[in-house]
Each structure stands twice: as C-alpha cells, then as structure tokens.
C-alpha cells in the first residue's frame, strides 16, 4: 500500500537508480555508470523507498544487498523500464520525421574513414530511413546507458558485459604507440610496450578505464612501469603532436591524417572494436545499423592489411575447419610483414594438424561473432 492508500505514478529515473545499484552492488560504481553524483543516486533511491514504503537496499561493508523487498521490484522494474522502450519504438514510424533515429555510443575523435563513419555512409545509401546521434560514454557508464534506452547501441574498445546485453566483435586491429613526427623512435617498425616507459603517456584514463587497464597490465607482464597523464580523448592528438607526451591509440587513428603525429605498432598489443546493443532490441532501426556496422567491417579489412574483419557464423580457416579463438593469428601491419601472436594462437577444429593457419598477409580470416 502506497503512503496515503492511493498507488502513485513511478519516475522511471528511479527503477533506473535501484537496478544501477542492483547490478554493480555498490553507490559509487552505479553513479559512474549513470552520470551522475553518488549523493543523487542516493537521494533517487530513498525516494523509491519513500514512495514505496519498504526498504530496498540495505548497506553493506562491500557495498550495497538487496533487500526481499528489492528483489521482488527489480524484475517488476525491468519490465516497466522495458514497456517504456517499445512505446518510444511503436511511434516511431508516425513522428513525421521520415526516419528512424538511434542514438549511439562510440569513441571519440571520429576518424573520417574509419568504422564509425564507414558505417553512416552505408547507412544513409542503403537504410536511408536511418539517422544517428553520436555520444560518447565512458566505459563504465555504457552497460547503464544502453539497459536505460538512453543510447541504442555502443562502439567500444571493451564490450559491457550483463544479462541485459548482447556484443558482437566487428574488427581486430594493433594497438600503436602515437608519437610526435619528431620523436627519436618515429620511424621504428614495432616497439615493445616498453618505449613507454619514462614518459608521460597522455589517456584518457577515466573516459577508457578499460583500454587503460589492458595497457597497464600488458606492462606490467613486462616489469614496464607507465606513468599516465589523465587527457580528454579529443585532446590527446594535439598534445602528443605538441611534443608534450606520447599515447597508445587502435591502429585506424592513422585515418584521422593528424598531420603532427606518427603510429608506431606495439608489440602482442590488440584491440578489438564491438557493437553491443540490448538482448530483447528487436527494431528493424538497429537491425539495419548491425547490417551497416558488417558490411562498413568487411570494407575496411578487404581495404587495410592490419584489419581483420569478424563476419556472422563461427570462425573458420583457409581449410574449412572451424577456428577456436576469436584473433587472427597473423595480422599484416607493414608492407609484406606479418607479427605472430602465440599468445591468442587460433586452433582448427576440424582434425588435428589439418590447417596450420599460416593466412595470406593482410587476409580477412576471422569469420565468426562474439556473443555476450
């Protein structure tokens, strides 16, 4: 019974508050991931309680539980939240606008020919009824953002993971070290993670939490110490070119055509670039971005030998056998050079020693998606 024995209407910004809180199991990390301060997110949740009537979270030494009474409302929350999304979907088509528009996560800067905009072009000559509006969410505000219907798809470096949410893995590229045009190792072929250190490695720690990591730990696999200099993403470039520090970018920041800086692979370092999208989004819109995002992957790796593309089914090689492990095994990123990763080695299921896997350089041989 609801104060005043009259049930009342529920703001959705406060389903969205309990659930945050329900799936990290902790205030700090669930105001991160909605963008806001922890002191609001609690505010939110005292009121659900409030209105209510009952006590949904209990605090606790690691963070936050759940109470009966919360458990009861978390799936009940899910589905109003949900109800909410298909009532955006179904008026869609009768706005008016002669499109459907999505909102989409992805990092920044955009390069001019990279997946992103690859993607919009074939968007706008194939599935012209579709538009996007670019965000640009932080890691760990992403998984929040898309189960909320506040974004309808992301591009990341590190696909979310949750019940909620489904990824697939578009392209695969070498993580490079970026450099100013000046820099003593600027015309090195590859360097080791190493070349980083003792100096200011300018990232965007907060924004790529996850990339960052992933770095940290490739070096300290090799006893490497980075000293980062936390740097808006769109600021690192000029920074770099400035001769202020370095950074570590995917290999396709080279289509930005930044005219001060130079990309140097690092050594066994890879990234691989996701969309993921929610569980249940059946609209043709996201359909039609999936398709977009495919076709805009097998592009760039049929354009770039130090691209490989993932395509729809299981992986599988040159024989026929299906592959174990998503990576390539060899990716080209220099003319006529090709750079071995053991340590994420592909194996043919097919029958032992069938198909040593040794592909064409510059070969599209990852054929499969990642699912979540």
């Known amino acids: 019974m609801f104060p005043g024995g009259a049930e009342a209407d529920i703001d959705p910004r406060l389903l969205r508050a309990l659930l945050a809180v329900a799936r990290e199991g902790h205030f700090g990390r669930a105001a991160v991931g909605l963008g806001i301060a922890q002191p609001a997110l609690s505010r939110q949740v005292r009121q659900l309680e409030r209105l209510l009537g009952v006590e949904l979270l209990v605090r606790t030494p690691r963070g936050a539980e759940l109470t009966e009474a919360g458990r009861t409302i978390v799936p009940e929350a899910e589905r109003a939240l949900e109800h909410n999304r298909r009532i955006a979907r179904a008026v869609r088509p009768l706005t008016g606008s002669g499109s459907d528009v999505l909102t989409v996560s992805a990092p920044m800067p955009i390069s001019p020919r990279g997946l992103l905009a690859e993607t919009v072009r074939r968007l706008r000559s194939d599935h012209g009824r579709v538009r996007l509006s670019t965000v640009d969410l932080r890691d760990g505000q992403q998984a929040a953002a898309l189960i909320a219907g506040r974004v309808d798809a992301v591009l990341t470096w590190h696909a979310p993971v949750a019940d909620e949410l489904v990824a697939e893995a578009l392209v695969v590229e070498h993580i490079s070290a970026l450099l100013p045009r000046s820099h003593p190792l600027a015309g090195a072929e590859m360097l080791s993670i190493g070349a980083l250190e003792a100096q200011s490695v300018l990232f965007p720690v907060s924004e790529r939490s996850h990339c960052w990591a992933q770095l940290d730990a490739a070096a300290a696999a090799e006893d490497v110490e980075l000293t980062p200099v936390p740097t808006a993403p769109t600021a690192v470039p000029d920074l770099v070119a400035s001769g202020l520090g370095v950074s570590a970018v995917p290999g396709s920041f080279r289509f930005t055509g930044h005219p001060g800086v130079t990309l ?109």
């Open 264 to 372: 140097v692979p690092l050594q066994r370092l890879f990234g691989t670039m996701s969309i993921v999208r929610r569980r249940d989004e059946d609209s043709r819109a996201v359909t039609d971005l999936l398709t977009a995002c495919r076709d805009a992957a097998r592009y760039l790796a049929d354009a770039h030998d130090d691209v490989a593309a993932f395509r729809s089914g299981r992986a599988r090689c040159s024989a026929g056998g299906r592959v174990s492990g998503h990576p390539p095994r060899h990716v080209r990123v220099r003319s006529g050079q090709r750079f071995a990763r053991p340590h994420l080695r592909s194996t043919c299921q097919r029958a032992e020693g069938c198909c040593p896997l040794s592909h064409r350089p510059g070969q599209t041989i990852c054929d499969g998606a990642s699912g979540m």
